[in-house]
């Protein structure tokens, strides 16, 4: 079993920066790709970035491309998002997530993806 949990979120203004951080544990955790996605109030769980297993590829949802960036540390078992020049449009609560073994693509499917943190929220003020 693979525990994800996240931190990093808060209430910011617009225009302010935030890093979300995940960190996995587990007895045995797998190599495979990483993502976030988010949910915002009243809306579907959306796409939001995806790193792959190396972090040799990402994939952005045209909504962040160019404010954010996603990576990751293996030898910490932590994958991160940098958001900057946040709107109030990016409120939402920002899940993580990891495909199980073998799941090598950056994917924007949530259903390539096996296990899920709890959340944490992001408010942009206006």
């Known amino acids: 079993q693979v525990m994800l949990v996240e931190s990093g979120g808060g209430l910011v203004q617009a225009g302010d920066s935030l890093r979300l951080s995940c960190t996995a544990s587990?007895?045995?955790?797998?190599?495979?790709?990483m993502g976030w996605f988010r949910r915002a109030p009243g809306k579907e769980r959306e796409f939001v970035a995806a790193i792959t297993w190396r972090g040799d590829n990402t994939n952005y949802a045209d909504s962040v491309k160019g404010r954010c960036t996603i990576s990751r540390d293996n030898a910490k078992n932590t994958m991160y998002l940098q958001m900057n020049a946040l709107k109030p449009e990016d409120t939402a609560v920002y899940y993580c997530?990891?495909?199980?073994?073998?799941?090598?693509?950056?994917?924007?499917?949530?259903?390539?993806?096996?296990?899920w943190g709890q959340g944490t929220q992001v408010t942009v003020s206006s």
């Open positions: 997530a990891q495909g199980g073994e073998g799941r090598w693509y950056a994917s924007r499917a949530s259903d390539e993806y096996d296990y």
């Open positions: 587990g007895r045995t955790l797998p190599r495979s790709a």
